[in-house]
């Protein structure tokens, strides 16, 4: 199984709500991301988890919260998001955080209204 | 600081026709290079990947590249594309457990 899954597909979510991204991978993938792509744009990167701990934080503003509750699953949690926050979040992960080959998700397309 | 361009951001061929992407990056020792394929609303697919030994690389789709130091280039090649090559390219380079991406590269094809 080399598949990164991410619910929901489509999240349509205002400025008030709380809500969460789930991504699993089931690899044995120690190391996981979490990746923000605007229109057009390449992906950018948010955070890395490595072996279950938050690793690199890309100074993402603390209304997106990432939790990472085993190996196999990553969560983002949004709160208050602004319009500005709509955009593909992709999963992915790898072998270690050292490795090279990162395999993405489908993402979720996340709309903020 | 690392960086990947690629100086093409849209590229039109018609089907049939043989592709080449640029990419060219910025590293001080010997990078990892990555070409990976968005289609519209989707994830991203790893294409193939340059880590040492033999210059060409072969990967999916009938794709290939090639690394050339001395130009610091990693380009992608396809000698015949078919319409469902439509998508977005994007070559990166691994950095201390990151991977930085180019601003990509939009390929349309004609029938």
């Known amino acids: 199984d080399t598949e990164v899954t991410q619910t929901p597909k489509h999240l349509v979510m205002g400025m008030t709500n709380k809500k969460s991204l789930k991504c699993e991978q089931h690899?044995?993938?120690?190391?996981m991301y979490w990746y923000k792509q605007k229109a057009k744009k390449p992906p950018e990167l948010m955070f890395v988890y490595s072996y279950e701990k938050l690793s690199i934080n890309e100074s993402v503003p603390s209304r997106f919260s990432p939790e990472c509750p085993n190996s196999s699953l990553l969560n983002l949690h949004l709160h208050a998001l602004q319009p500005e926050d709509s955009a593909l979040y992709l999963c992915?992960?790898?072998?270690?955080?050292?490795?090279?080959?990162?395999?993405f998700g489908p993402g979720t397309r996340l709309t903020v209204t | 600081a690392q960086s990947v361009t690629q100086p093409d951001i849209h590229i039109t061929v018609s089907e049939g026709a043989s592709l080449e992407l640029r990419c060219n990056y910025s590293y001080g020792a010997t990078p990892y290079l990555f070409w990976y394929v968005q289609s519209p609303g989707q994830g991203l697919q790893l294409l193939l990947k340059?880590?040492?030994?033999?210059?060409l690389v072969q990967g999916i789709k009938g794709f290939e590249a090639e690394f050339k130091r001395s130009q610091s280039s990693f380009n992608l090649r396809k000698p015949s594309v078919h319409w469902s090559d439509a998508a977005e390219y994007f070559c990166a380079v691994h950095n201390t457990d990151k991977l930085i991406f180019g601003t990509g590269t939009r390929l349309q094809v004609f029938p």
């Open positions: 690899m044995g993938h120690r190391a």
């Open positions: 992915a992960s790898s072998h270690t955080s050292s490795s090279y080959e990162q395999y």
């Open positions: 340059y880590f040492s030994g033999d210059t």
